[in-house]
């Protein structure tokens, strides 16, 4: 087709999606609303002329206006790769025009709206978004039933509590979800002292900085207090009776010179030495030098209260609020919503849209996660670097979880798996680690491996790595110089 014919074309289009009696709009590749019919202004009580230039890169409103709480809906599904056909029930009811004059934001409208989003361009490109009150099709494949469940559940977690932006691995409606997110929302408007419980890896420190974020940034006539700007984290696994003095002197002295109180977190409190316990209890028992906050594990700190009291004095000194985290393990059901969640937090670009299989929620379904959240986080920042299409599947996870016995036991009898690479998976993996303890003496790498320099060299051939020491030669005159214990 020549290029008047062409613009011939989009014209009429262009004419056609005008006139449309469907709400219709647009977005362009960086989720900029370009396009809005008569239809769509109309039932936004808007002007389609003043909804373009609308940003809407988030599937959740930031704030309650009404363009925000706008662009929060016209926001595209997180896990879609932009390059199929797809139907997204909508996750929330309608915004359509206030008759007030003196409110701006949109009252809703209840009823089944279902949007169907069409791709304009092969490679990320605009988006052709139609709304309609009915479907009268089978999409077959296409309706997104989980991320608009994942999006209201977020959505209704939003409108509860106020203080979720940075806390995704809270998201989820289970129950230990609930109480955690009521517990998180208590903590974050008092000053109090704080315990965070929780097995290593479930967010605890995460979850210690961001009430700490939330309780500084407190502002507007609402404000009960606002928390010192000096933030000082314990790692109490690190702690000495030479080292923990001097820490504790320091904040005794920034607090002095800030004329503010300091916000103190002993993180990993079961792990304080128990030489370190008397100068923490006589530091703990003066006077309220600074906000106190602590996470532990639970069943640990269990243990070491019945060992000797005290443990009970300084827990009673940090424990005023609690909250507890409940394991992942325990809450499996939140697992969409995390995934979904954990997406919306990453910084937005177009390599990371993509769809999510069956067969990657499944695997991670499957497996103990020993780490908890914080693995999977870094199972998910795997899974999106190593991604090469469109979809997220398990082969793109980390070899520990989709080779896990439990993910093994439950696939189906007539399923295959693909053991070689498997296996070279797991060589590569500790090839790599080995080099990286001896990265410019190969026959040493191949010597803690039990194989033959010869063979690394194959493997990294094969593979097309390259090393400190170019292509290998020469590279095992460097002297190793082992550390004398």
């Not at 703990?284 to 060992?307: H, K």
């Not at 097309?464 to 292509?471: A, F, N, R, W």
Request: glycine share 6%; hydrophobic share 40%.
């Amino acid at each position: 087709m020549d290029e008047n014919n062409r613009s011939t074309a989009k014209r009429q289009i262009a004419r056609l999606l005008g006139s449309s009696s469907l709400p219709i709009c647009v977005l362009s590749e960086e989720d900029t609303l370009v396009f809005a019919n008569d239809a769509m202004g109309a039932l936004l009580g808007r002007s389609p002329e003043s909804l373009l230039g609308l940003q809407c890169g988030t599937a959740l409103p930031i704030d309650g206006t009404a363009d925000s709480l706008l662009a929060g809906f016209f926001a595209l599904p997180v896990h879609w790769s932009r390059k199929v056909l797809k139907f997204v029930p909508e996750a929330g009811p309608f915004p359509v025009h206030n008759q007030s004059e003196t409110s701006p934001i949109p009252t809703v409208h209840g009823g089944q709206w279902m949007r169907c989003l069409i791709p304009l361009e092969q490679q990320d490109g605009c988006v052709l978004c139609i709304f309609s009150p009915t479907l009268d099709m089978e999409p077959d494949g296409f309706l997104d039933e989980r991320s608009a469940a994942c999006q209201r559940i977020m959505r209704e977690n939003r409108e509860r509590y106020a203080y979720l932006d940075e806390m995704w691995y809270l998201q989820g409606e289970s129950a230990g979800s609930k109480r955690a997110l009521e517990q998180v929302q208590l903590a974050v408007t008092n000053s109090l002292p704080l315990v965070i419980f929780g097995q290593k890896g479930s967010g605890r420190s995460w979850l210690a900085q961001s009430i700490q974020s939330q309780r500084r940034g407190l502002q507007g006539e609402d404000r009960k207090f606002v928390a010192g700007d000096s933030f000082v984290r314990i790692d109490c696994s690190l702690m000495d009776a030479d080292l923990l003095p001097s820490m504790l002197e320091v904040i005794e002295e920034s607090q002095l010179k800030l004329k503010a109180t300091p916000t103190v977190l002993l993180d990993s409190l079961e792990c304080l030495p128990v030489e370190c316990l008397s100068i923490l209890e006589t530091f703990l028992q003066g006077p309220a030098p600074a906000t106190r906050m602590a996470t532990c594990d639970a069943t640990a700190m269990d243990a070491l209260q019945e060992s000797d009291q005290r443990w009970r004095v300084i827990l009673s000194r940090t424990s005023v609020l609690r909250i507890d985290l409940p394991r992942l393990v325990d809450r499996l059901e939140d697992l969409d919503t995390l995934v979904t969640a954990w997406s919306m937090a990453q910084p937005k670009s177009k390599s990371n849209r993509y769809e999510i299989s069956e067969s990657f929620m499944e695997a991670l379904a499957a497996y103990a996660w020993p780490s908890d959240i914080e693995e999977l986080a870094e199972a998910l920042k795997h899974a999106a670097t190593k991604c090469k299409g469109a979809k997220l599947t398990e082969k793109d996870l980390p070899v520990n979880i989709r080779t896990c016995v439990s993910h093994i036991e439950q696939s189906q009898v007539d399923e295959t798996v693909d053991l070689d690479a498997i296996l070279e998976d797991i060589e590569k993996t500790m090839i790599l680690k080995a080099l990286d303890r001896f990265p410019q003496n190969k026959t040493s790498a191949a010597k803690i491996l039990n194989i033959s320099r010869a063979r690394l060299l194959r493997r990294l051939q094969q593979w097309g790595i390259q090393t400190l020491g170019g292509s290998g030669e020469g590279d095992d005159d460097m002297p190793v110089f082992n550390e004398v214990l």
